[in-house]
């Protein structure tokens, strides 16, 4: 039998994610994909606790965490380092939150993209700021409840288009990609594994803790993502070429995708309408692109 | 100076009753801090969730709405004191809540608002660091920084409180500070008293008094930005009014405009707080008058030497207690005025040795100076604060530089070690 996703277990047992951690499974793939000659830069987020405490370790390679703000650019160092040793095949990974990434890191980001920094920086999205306990990020989708956002005020804005930001800057590789699709995410590791130069994988990670799901959903909640449209599949080529990975026949009503999550279960019919007309926009427009 | 002398003038005004929850509650100090803000006025917080400050920030999220104030999480904290800075300016009394790291990014800013004059409350949840730290954890570490974090030279005041009912209450103060005086004022609080669950009073509105911004009156072709009151502090115009804006971090004379070389104005940002610091300074001193030891605390730390003092006492030690209410401007002349009475001073602080510094330079090498160090993440053990207490109270010669006092923490990294 040929396995798509390769047995070697790097990630070890004992972290100290929460009961359905998406971002845990993320980790786990990554890990499996880009193997022991690897460096990961983790800023403030989960996976800062998760790995666990010294002299714990869960991930099995070097970890940097680094100022919220810096995982991108403390990878870019971390790559100089060891390009000017020689060490050209070494793995350097920036590890991120949403909060990290779309909000307080954009700046660094942009920066190590911008100079094509031969790094892969991937964020594992929970849609939130769920370390310092569930408060909104630009990642938070609209009409979402968090402790900022309370049900009276609940988040009004769409989520912020990260991967359209990062193919703006026609990176070699920028993709989406889901914990509930674990052989189009490997595919896509391995392919940012091979390219040289600045690659850019957003992986949604549904919380249970945060989106007030029942941690039996994760990866329910990853697929019906996909199946609903709000979060698509896809991969852009040098910011020009988009490929459509997942490719939904019948898009299932948001609030499939809605009704496991305690977080929305405050909209109006008419605000669940809205949302589900900006995503079949967003959709779309999207799908032009293809 | 029509204008100026009219603004000299006592105003006092009265907290709007909309904005102040008459009434006991069994709340944290964090919580706490966030009504103290909305009874002074508040009408904008930028922040950006870190813990453990985030609960005074989520408190302000949930309260603003029903006082006509507006929260904004921004996307990081160089945007959370920057969009205070300009709600300042556009006329509303703002307030930014972070710790540690988040405290760092602020730096920059921090330099810019003293060079402006800007009257903003910056709520520092102290936790233990360097860096990340001990997030949930509590520290004293940040006090330098607050003093000294941007470039330049200016001057801040900052205030230390050790309880929810304080932050309630020195919050309040905080705002008047910084209206009254036109510069930062920082509440250097801490894990501890952030996280304490205590009552807090919350006083009627009529009982608390409101330092209102001192606007400028006069007619609009006499305005200049920077031209000082008696007080040397300048009142101040909000954007759209219709004076002439200029507002500038460059070094700027009274007009706002850039110059090219130093102008009494940034002498001013620092003689504003020295020459008016009597004004300023609150301390707690308890048996104070024949004492031969007196301990130097603030925060949380305050509340943990009192074991220690009263362990002292019972053994009939004298010791004094001198609480640091406002920690910048430092109460240089009450500690040079006591060094001369005392033997010596015991400083126990969250860190390995801050204010220890600035209690060392003001007793001029009169009295001996005891640090009593504690790493971040826990408070001290009182019996620790005991010991030191008494071996100041012990020893007779006088001891140059600062005596570090050797806690059960010390000696299990040291004996181990050795």
Known sequence: ?290 | MAFGIEAEKEVIMKANKKDVLTGSYYIDGDVAAAYGAIAAGCKFVGGYPITPSTEAFEAFVHRAPYVGGITIQMEDELGSIASILGAVWSGKKAMTITSGPGFSLMMENIGLGAMLETPFVLLNVQRSGPSTGLPTQAGQADMMQSRWGANGDYEIIAISPDSPQEMFDYTIKAFNLSEKYRCPVMIMADECVGHMTEKVVVPEADKINIEPRRFYKGPKEKYLPFKPDKDLVPPMAKAGDGYKLHISGLTHDEKGYPTFSQTPDTKRLVDKIRLNADKIIELNEDEIDDADVVVVSYGITSRVAIRGIEQARAKGLKVGNLRLVTVWPFPEKRIAELSKKVKAFVVPEINYGQIVYEVERCAHGNANVVLVPHGGGFVHNPEDIFKAIKYAAQEKKKVEGIIEHKTELYRLIHEKNS
Request: glycine share 6%; net charge positive; hydrophobic share 40%.
């Open chain 1, 1 to 290: 039998m040929k396995l798509t996703i390769p047995e070697r277990e790097i990630m070890q047992p004992g972290h100290l994610a929460c009961q359905g951690c998406g971002a845990s499974m993320a980790m786990r793939y990554a890990l499996k994909i880009f193997g022991r000659d690897s460096v990961l830069t983790i800023p403030a987020c989960c996976w800062a606790v998760i790995d666990g405490p010294f002299p714990y370790t869960a991930v099995n390679v070097p970890l940097f965490h680094t100022a919220f703000e810096t995982a991108a650019v403390m990878a870019s160092g971390i790559k100089a380092g060891l390009d000017v040793q020689g060490e050209k095949s070494t793995n350097v990974i920036a590890w991120a939150g949403d909060g990290g990434t779309f909000d307080i890191g954009i700046q660094a980001i942009s920066g190590a993209a911008e100079r094509n920094d031969d790094i892969t920086y991937i964020v594992y999205d929970n849609e939130a700021y769920m370390n310092t306990g569930i408060q909104r990020s630009s990642a938070t989708p609209h009409g979402a409840w968090t402790t900022t956002t309370p049900i009276k005020h609940y988040k009004i804005g769409a989520k912020k288009n990260m991967v359209e930001i990062m193919s703006a800057h026609r990176i070699p590789y920028a993709a989406t990609a889901s914990v509930a699709y674990p052989e189009d995410l490997c595919k896509k590791l391995e392919k940012a594994k091979n390219i040289r130069g600045f690659k850019f994988i957003h992986i949604l990670a549904p919380c249970p803790t945060g989106w007030k799901s029942d941690p039996k959903y994760t990866v329910k909640l990853a697929k019906l993502a996909v199946q609903t449209n709000i979060f698509p599949i896809y991969e852009i080529e040098n910011g020009l070429k988009y490929t459509q990975n997942k490719k939904v026949k019948q898009r299932k009503p948001i609030t499939e995708y809605f009704k496991y999550q305690g977080r929305f279960k405050h909209l109006k019919k008419e605000e669940v309408e809205f949302i589900q007309k900006s995503i079949d926009r967003e959709n779309e427009i999207l799908l032009k692109k293809f």
